[in-house]
């Protein structure tokens, strides 16, 4: 079969204040038909990786469109969005006629002016290549389903696993419908129902780690084809912002529509019911640092998760709330990573490693940085082909890097700092002990990351704590200046 493959993919936090161009793509993945050096980098990037995995391993041909990337920021201009999803339809209409289209899309993408951009892409892809071809799309569960991306008939996987571990089950399960529509020639049914609730639900324990299970054992109920949890992304002031439960079932018959229907609404119930207790605590950075001191067992590090200025959901990854408060305890062993600094880097990399220079670290791009930090610094590291082991053990770029030790004179009494050019979350220990910075041996780690980075740090920590400093992605979602979510909505809203 010819399967087009394509990918745009954007986490739009509409309270960021970065604004997202196609330059931004260009920055992290931008991939198009027939480009070599791009080519790479697109078959590293998660789901699109997973994707083009699955149709190798069927022995199908992918006819690879455009595939691109940016790092979580603010709103697309209308301009730069539709002329990335008109570059998507033209790269598809020039592929002639596809056994089936296969999408790798985010699901809070939002531009200028679209509100939808995935439910609206993919009404166009389904205009293009007509009614009886199958299309699918792999989707993040931080999306905000849509009635239009039902309604364009695709067929919506998302990942079901936070952190985001499960691409590779879900490119498998995505395409496996996709045959099973092709040879049968029968489309699915699909119902959704909201669950109006927000916020940051991880997986890897707890009562959502038992909701999982609960999903994939209601896709073992007869006639039931696929069932996904979408927790929605709350940073994004839309009327589509919210958590929602997905359910594909085989359109065969009334009395199994129903069915699933009921089991939709069923799990929508269950999911809101947990709203009280899915999400993890998040501590006041005081807190968060007396707790870390508090469990420090001598061995191995408590790791912190400054969630409020993770890249990975639109938040500027240069704040300095918890720099600050850590240097300002004389907190020894520590390492903090990344602060997204090009300026500082490329001061440091002129300086060399073993230079011990004065130097302004952080607080650059906004209010929500806080101020910047004037530090001595002395230079550990310099590198510019670091990369650190991302979601489903794809390799991610660090870009130019810079290991700094900002107080004391050896490991035991410093804090050894992170800054880098290329704005990302911190996803696994690499990102430290590629510029030499042993992380297990530290006593405290703080991480630019909401849960991405448990993956590769749970196997090292003492404990995992969750800070909520000041930041674009404060989990206080009541004081956030909603003008277009649909009410009410809980924690926005008190809800019985
Ligand atoms: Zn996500």
Same mark, same amino acid.
């Given at each position: 079969?010819?399967?087009?493959?394509? @990918?745009?993919?954007?986490?739009?936090?509409?309270?960021?204040?970065?604004?997202?161009?196609?330059?931004?793509f260009?920055?992290?993945?931008?991939?198009?038909?027939g480009?070599?050096?791009?080519?790479?980098?697109?078959?590293?990037?998660?789901g699109?990786?997973?994707?083009?995995?699955? +149709?190798?391993?069927?022995?199908?041909?992918?006819?690879?469109?455009l595939?691109?990337?940016?790092?979580?920021?603010?709103?697309?201009s209308r301009?730069?969005?539709?002329a990335?999803?008109?570059?998507?339809?033209?790269?598809l209409?020039?592929?002639?006629? $596809?056994?089936?289209?296969?999408?790798?899309?985010?699901?809070?993408?939002v531009?200028?002016?679209?509100?939808?951009?995935?439910g609206?892409?993919?009404?166009?892809?389904?205009?293009?290549?007509?009614?009886g071809?199958?299309?699918?799309?792999?989707?993040d569960?931080?999306?905000?389903?849509s009635? *239009?991306m039902?309604? &364009?008939?695709?067929?919506?996987?998302?990942c079901?696993?936070y =952190?985001h571990?499960?691409?590779?089950?879900?490119?498998r399960?995505?395409?496996?419908?996709?045959?099973?529509?092709?040879?049968?020639?029968r489309?699915?049914?699909?119902v959704?129902?909201r669950?109006p609730?927000?916020?940051?639900f991880?997986?890897?324990?707890?009562p959502?780690?038992?909701?999982?299970v609960?999903?994939k @054992?209601?896709?073992?109920?007869?006639?039931?084809?696929?069932?996904?949890?979408?927790?929605?992304? =709350?940073?994004s002031?839309? =009327?589509?912002t919210?958590?929602?439960l997905? $359910?594909?079932?085989?359109a065969?018959?009334?009395? !199994?529509?129903?069915?699933?229907?009921?089991?939709?609404?069923?799990?929508?119930?269950?999911?809101? /019911?947990l709203?009280?207790?899915?999400?993890?605590?998040?501590?006041?950075?005081d807190?968060?640092? *007396?707790? %870390?001191?508090?469990?420090m067992?001598g061995?191995r590090?408590v790791?912190?998760?400054?969630? %409020? /200025?993770?890249?990975?959901g639109?938040?500027?990854?240069?704040?300095?709330?918890?720099?600050?408060a850590?240097l300002?305890?004389?907190?020894?062993?520590? @390492?903090?990573?990344m602060?997204?600094?090009?300026?500082?880097?490329?001061?440091?990399?002129?300086a060399? $490693?073993?230079?011990?220079?004065?130097?302004?670290?952080?607080?650059?791009?906004?209010?929500? &940085?806080?101020?910047? !930090?004037?530090?001595?610094?002395?230079?550990?590291?310099?590198? &510019?082909?670091a990369?650190?082991?991302?979601?489903?053990?794809?390799?991610?770029?660090l870009?130019?890097?810079?290991a700094?030790?900002?107080?004391? &004179?050896? %490991?035991?009494?410093?804090? /050894?700092?992170?800054?880098?050019?290329t704005r990302?979350?911190v996803?696994?220990?690499?990102?430290f002990?590629?510029?030499? +910075?042993?992380?297990?041996?530290?006593?405290?780690?703080?991480?630019?990351?909401?849960?991405?980075?448990? @993956?590769?740090?749970?196997p090292?920590?003492?404990?995992?704590?969750?800070?909520d400093?000041?930041?674009?992605l404060n989990?206080?979602?009541a004081?956030?200046?909603?003008?277009?979510?649909?009410?009410?909505?809980w924690?926005?809203?008190?809800m019985?």
């Amino acid at each position: 079969m010819r399967i087009f493959l394509a @990918a745009l993919v954007h986490e739009t936090n509409t309270f960021s204040p970065l604004p997202t161009t196609i330059a931004s793509f260009e920055e992290l993945v931008l991939h198009r038909p027939g480009q070599a050096h791009t080519l790479d980098r697109a078959r590293r990037s998660a789901g699109y990786a997973e994707a083009w995995a699955q +149709i190798q391993a069927r022995g199908h041909e992918a006819i690879e469109g455009l595939c691109a990337y940016a790092q979580p920021s603010g709103p697309l201009s209308r301009r730069d969005y539709e002329a990335l999803r008109d570059e998507l339809l033209a790269d598809l209409q020039a592929t002639g006629p $596809v056994d089936q289209v296969v999408l790798v899309l985010h699901g809070a993408m939002v531009a200028d002016g679209v509100w939808d951009c995935e439910g609206a892409l993919l009404t166009r892809v389904r205009r293009v290549v007509g009614p009886g071809v199958p299309v699918g799309a792999l989707l993040d569960l931080h999306g905000n389903l849509s009635p *239009d991306m039902l309604g &364009s008939g695709a067929v919506l996987v998302a990942c079901k696993e936070y =952190p985001h571990t499960d691409y590779a089950e879900r490119a498998r399960e995505l395409l496996d419908l996709l045959a099973r529509q092709s040879r049968t020639g029968r489309a699915h049914g699909a119902v959704m129902h909201r669950a109006p609730l927000l916020g940051i639900f991880g997986t890897t324990a707890g009562p959502m780690k038992d909701f999982v299970v609960r999903l994939k @054992a209601a896709e073992q109920q007869p006639g039931i084809l696929s069932v996904s949890a979408f927790h929605g992304f =709350p940073w994004s002031d839309t =009327p589509h912002t919210s958590a929602a439960l997905l $359910v594909l079932y085989e359109a065969d018959d009334a009395v !199994l529509a129903q069915r699933a229907q009921a089991l939709c609404a069923e799990l929508a119930g269950a999911f809101f /019911d947990l709203r009280e207790t899915a999400s993890a605590p998040r501590l006041a950075p005081d807190a968060a640092l *007396d707790a %870390a001191v508090a469990a420090m067992d001598g061995s191995r590090p408590v790791v912190i998760a400054d969630g %409020a /200025d993770n890249p990975g959901g639109g938040a500027a990854c240069d704040s300095t709330f918890l720099l600050r408060a850590v240097l300002e305890r004389g907190l020894r062993g520590v @390492a903090l990573g990344m602060l997204w600094d090009p300026q500082a880097v490329a001061i440091a990399m002129a300086a060399g $490693v073993g230079a011990r220079l004065a130097l302004r670290i952080g607080g650059k791009v906004g209010p929500l &940085s806080g101020d910047p !930090l004037d530090v001595v610094a002395e230079v550990l590291a310099v590198r &510019s082909d670091a990369q650190q082991t991302g979601l489903g053990g794809l390799k991610d770029d660090l870009g130019q890097a810079v290991a700094l030790r900002v107080a004391g &004179s050896n %490991a035991d009494d410093g804090v /050894d700092v992170v800054l880098n050019t290329t704005r990302q979350q911190v996803f696994s220990p690499d990102c430290f002990t590629a510029l030499g +910075i042993a992380v297990a041996a530290k006593r405290l780690v703080v991480v630019k990351s909401t849960q991405h980075f448990r @993956a590769g740090f749970d196997p090292i920590a003492a404990a995992v704590l969750y800070c909520d400093a000041p930041g674009s992605l404060n989990g206080n979602l009541a004081a956030l200046p909603y003008r277009h979510l649909v009410r009410p909505i809980w924690p926005v809203d008190a809800m019985p």
